[in-house]
């Protein structure tokens, strides 16, 4: 199994680049970004939802894998009814256009605080879009994170 795994393609969100937004709001998402949605997903559709400080963008079928679990979740959990109002009530489907860009809704680029100059973060399934300067506020490790980061590869057996 392990063996396969290195070998085949394996087409997931990596890496981070940073891409400025044009007057309308439009980010242009980066051309490996685009080759996972084309090659893994067979789509051009990014579901886009707020988070705390960032936006999260998901292909179709991760987001509605994301909300099949939050609805069994919330069935479970009904404290959980407030994040998925937030979470799912807040997406917008974002198309890619014909240059590979997506429009990030005005009021969407408010509430998360996303400004011109944009970070976009790969988070393996999916990928975060954060404005530059928040991202080099909050995500900076220290030097306890790196200790911590060891301890859970650690952990997980990969390190």
Known sequence: MESALIRGAVHNFRGRSEHNLDDKGRLNIP???????????????LMVSPWQNCLKAYPLAQWEKLE?????????????????????????ECPLD?????????????????????????????????????????????VEDFRSFELNLLEIGLF
């Open 31 to 45: 051309t490996r970004f685009r080759e996972v949605l084309r090659r893994r997903y067979k789509d051009n559709l």
């Open 68 to 92: 099949l679990n939050l609805l069994d979740t919330s069935k479970k959990q009904p404290e959980t009814i407030k994040m998925v109002r937030y979470v799912v009530g807040g997406v917008v």
């Open 98 to 142: 014909k240059q590979g860009r997506i429009l990030l809704p005005g009021k969407m680029r408010t509430d998360s605080g996303v400004a011109r100059e944009i970070l976009v973060s790969g988070m393996i399934s999916y990928f975060e879009i954060w404005d530059k300067t928040t991202w080099e506020t909050e995500n900076q490790p220290s």
